[in-house]
């Protein structure tokens, strides 16, 4: 019942003067954003199964590609990748948020599970988070699978109003992975889709849902 009345409100957020106010501020310049990081709720790390043996080989990956988005946030510019003058940074909420998850729940076999997500699924991620005292528009990249078998990374982009808890944008975008060792593997897959945003992909968004 929970799940069904959250769809609902997304729904009519959708079509709400308010809702469409929102999306057009995630295109502005000048509007302050939130990175979050890497949330994992119902990612699927597929294929590679002989590095996932334990919860600790799990999370350790999460944890492990979180810093690196802290660490070597000059590489991986959210600025410049959504054109934007101010963005903070708490990583620290999807990492806490991370931790709770059930480990051996991420390792999959099953090559469907690529692209399975929904922006309704998205959207009961997001009601599930604890922003804290968080207000304003909030990024996080919602991972839907690392594939190795497909040599593939599927990640949501997704915007989101903290404060409420919703969903204002959320895309889905693949890109492929590189780069030595499991961490800077699956990074590689963040930081091929950045470059990408940069160069085309985020003009393409900004046309499609607004007159910017």
Known sequence: MKSFIVRLV???????????????RVFQEDTPITWLGLDFSEAKFIGDTERFTTDEDVFKLMYALNVLMINEAEKYDIGKA???????????????HNKGLDAQSVVSTDLKDVKRLTPDDIQDIVA?????TLKGLGLMFNVEAFSKSHNK????????????????????FT????????????AGAVYTML????????????KKYTKL
């Not at 009519?12 to 057009?24: E, G, H, K, R, V």
């Not at 599930?128 to 804290?132: A, K």
């Not at 990374?153 to 889905?172: A, C, H, P, W, Y």
């Open 175 to 186: 890109a492929s992975p590189k780069g030595f060792g499991l961490r800077n593997y699956w």
């Open 153 to 172: 990374g599927s990640i949501f982009i997704t915007f989101i109003d903290m404060e409420n808890k919703q969903v204002v944008l959320t895309e889905r």
């Open 195 to 206: 470059k990408s945003l940069k160069s085309i992909d985020y003009r393409t968004m900004r």
């Open 10 to 24: 997304f729904l009519l957020n959708l079509s709400s003067p308010i809702f469409a106010q929102q999306t057009t």
């Open 128 to 132: 599930g988070y604890d922003f804290n």
């Open 82 to 96: 959504f054109k934007k003058n101010n963005v903070t940074h708490k990583l620290d909420v999807t990492i806490e």
